[in-house]
């Protein structure tokens, strides 16, 4: 495993040259959030010469689903699995996943890992069978019990069951998911964040397939996040080793706070496994 670490020195010159083989980088939002997360980074990699993908999962961004009547994790991911469903069988994606979205890059790679040229993991829950354990809650699931009460539920099954979606409410979003991040993306994210489907997120029980530690995976760890944490980052890369990690001064949210240090190391994972 190699660990790389990124100071923000150098950084235009440790930009991999755009190559001719146009690389097709695939986005992931985590809960609650949607393609719009990732218009900063968009706009630098199409701009770059990259074919760029972001997907809305079920309910999420302007999915119009109910996210309370998502109540597995093969529902939510529906959308990925039908775009990598109709991809051609000669082309292959590098799967970005942030946060909860990576559970969707892992559900992925066991699925179709001859389409997958990569998967890099960006404060995101890396566990290789999804939520086992109690212990895999508490290493890939957000605890955000020193804010306090922060959570707004949704109970479509009935309060007598648990709960089946989830958001931040308001007053403690920019505190706990964009502390680092300009004061307009988070305003924008104030507007734009719906509620997730935890009880599908949860449940998530991930089947490896056939080829799938063939593909390279990188992890890029956000090391000021409060909603997944450092120590939880940490304790997932350890027990499911990635080729190379690197680590970003960013909270949960770099897309909004370190836009260019992401592209930056999303380019450079990409040219160290000949992806770009």
């Given at each position: 495993?190699?660990?790389?670490?990124?100071?923000?020195?150098?950084?235009?010159?440790?930009?991999?040259?755009?190559?001719?083989?146009?690389?097709?980088?695939v986005?992931?939002?985590?809960?609650?959030?949607?393609?719009?997360?990732?218009?900063?980074?968009?706009?630098?990699?199409?701009s770059?010469?990259?074919?760029?993908?972001?997907?809305?999962?079920?309910?999420?961004?302007?999915?119009?689903?109910?996210?309370?009547?998502?109540?597995?994790?093969?529902?939510?991911?529906?959308?990925?699995?039908?775009?990598?469903?109709?991809?051609?069988?000669?082309?292959?994606?590098?799967?970005?996943?942030?946060?909860?979205?990576?559970?969707s890059?892992?559900?992925?790679i066991?699925?179709?890992?001859?389409?997958?040229?990569?998967?890099?993991?960006?404060?995101?829950?890396?566990?290789r069978?999804?939520?086992?354990?109690?212990?895999?809650?508490?290493d890939?699931?957000?605890?955000?019990?020193?804010?306090?009460?922060?959570?707004?539920?949704?109970?479509?099954?009935?309060?007598?069951?648990?709960?089946?979606?989830?958001?931040?409410?308001?007053?403690?979003?920019?505190?706990?998911?964009?502390?680092?991040?300009p004061?307009?993306?988070?305003?924008?994210?104030?507007?734009?964040?719906?509620?997730?489907?935890?009880?599908?997120?949860?449940?998530?029980?991930?089947?490896?397939?056939?080829?799938?530690?063939?593909?390279?995976?990188?992890?890029?760890?956000?090391?000021?996040?409060?909603?997944?944490?450092?120590?939880?980052?940490?304790?997932?890369?350890?027990?499911?080793?990635?080729?190379?990690?690197?680590?970003?001064e960013?909270?949960?949210?770099?897309?909004?706070?370190?836009?260019?240090?992401?592209?930056?190391?999303l380019?450079?994972?990409?040219?160290?496994?000949?992806?770009?």
């Open positions: 495993m190699v660990i790389a670490s990124e100071d923000g020195k150098g950084l235009v010159m440790g930009i991999p040259p755009f190559s001719s083989r146009a690389a097709h980088f986005l992931l939002h985590g809960i609650g959030g949607g393609a719009w997360c990732w218009y900063k980074l968009r706009c630098l990699m199409e770059s010469g990259y074919k760029v993908t972001c997907i809305d999962l079920k309910s999420a961004g302007i999915d119009p689903s109910d996210p309370d009547s998502i109540l597995s994790f093969d529902q939510y991911n529906q959308p990925l699995v039908d775009f990598l469903s109709h991809l051609p069988q000669d082309q292959k994606v590098i799967l970005v996943g942030h946060s909860a979205g990576g559970l890059v892992t559900d992925a066991y699925k179709f890992p001859k389409k997958i040229g990569m998967a890099i993991y960006i404060g995101a829950t890396m566990l069978w999804g939520f086992q354990t109690d212990q895999d809650i508490k890939g699931a957000p605890d955000l019990s020193e804010f306090g009460d922060v959570y707004e539920f949704g109970y479509g099954l009935g309060r007598d069951h648990p709960p089946t979606s989830a958001i931040i409410k308001k007053e403690y979003q920019r505190k706990i998911i964009y502390h680092m991040s004061q307009e993306d988070s305003t924008l994210a104030l507007m734009l964040l719906k509620p997730g489907p935890l009880l599908a997120l949860l449940g998530a029980r991930l089947i490896e397939g056939i080829g799938a530690d063939d593909i390279t995976r990188v992890y890029i760890k956000t090391m000021h996040d409060q909603v997944i944490k450092p120590q939880q980052q940490e304790a997932m890369i350890q027990k499911w080793p990635p080729s190379t990690v690197y680590t970003l960013s909270d949960h949210s770099p897309f909004f706070s370190s836009p260019f240090m992401l592209f930056t190391l380019l450079k994972a990409a040219a160290s496994a000949n992806c770009i």
